[in-house]
C-alpha cells in the first residue's frame, strides 16, 4: 500500500503564492506517476498538474505558466509550487499517485487551498 501525506495549503490573497508537498511512504516502488487534482465545490475533480514517467509532465491549461510540478524521488515527495494564484484557483487539493501495473490510484486526503482578498 501507498499511503500519501499532503501539507501547505491555506489562505492567500489573489497574486500570491502557496506551495503544496506530498509525501509518499509504503510501497514506494510500486508508484509510477505522481500529480495533484483539485476540486472546487460543484464542480469535479480535475487534474491540476502531474510527475508522468520518465520525469516529464503535464499540466491543465489553467495553471500553465503559473504552476510548477516537481518530484522527488530520493525523498519520495511530489511538491507545487502555485504562483499568481487567482480566486478561481480555490479548492480542495489532492495529492495522487498512480500505483502498479494497473496504474490504481491512491489519494491524500486533500488540503484546502482559498484565494480571496
Known amino acids: 500500500q501507498v499511503q500519501l501525506v499532503e501539507s501547505g495549503g491555506g489562505l492567500v490573497q489573489p497574486g500570491g503564492s502557496l506551495r503544496l508537498s506530498c509525501a509518499a511512504s509504503g510501497s514506494i516502488f510500486s508508484i509510477k506517476t505522481m500529480g495533484w487534482l483539485r476540486q472546487a465545490p460543484g464542480k469535479q475533480r480535475e487534474l491540476v498538474a502531474r510527475v508522468i514517467s520518465g520525469g516529464g509532465t503535464v499540466y491543465a491549461d489553467s495553471v500553465k505558466g503559473r504552476f510548477t510540478i516537481s518530484r522527488d524521488n530520493a525523498k519520495n515527495t511530489v511538491s507545487l509550487q502555485m504562483n499568481s494564484l487567482k480566486p478561481e484557483d480555490t479548492a480542495v487539493y489532492y495529492c495522487?499517485?498512480?500505483?502498479?501495473?494497473?496504474?490504481?490510484?491512491?489519494w491524500g486526503q486533500g488540503t484546502q487551498v482559498t484565494v480571496s482578498s
Open positions: 495522487n499517485a498512480e500505483v502498479g501495473n494497473n496504474y490504481l490510484p491512491r
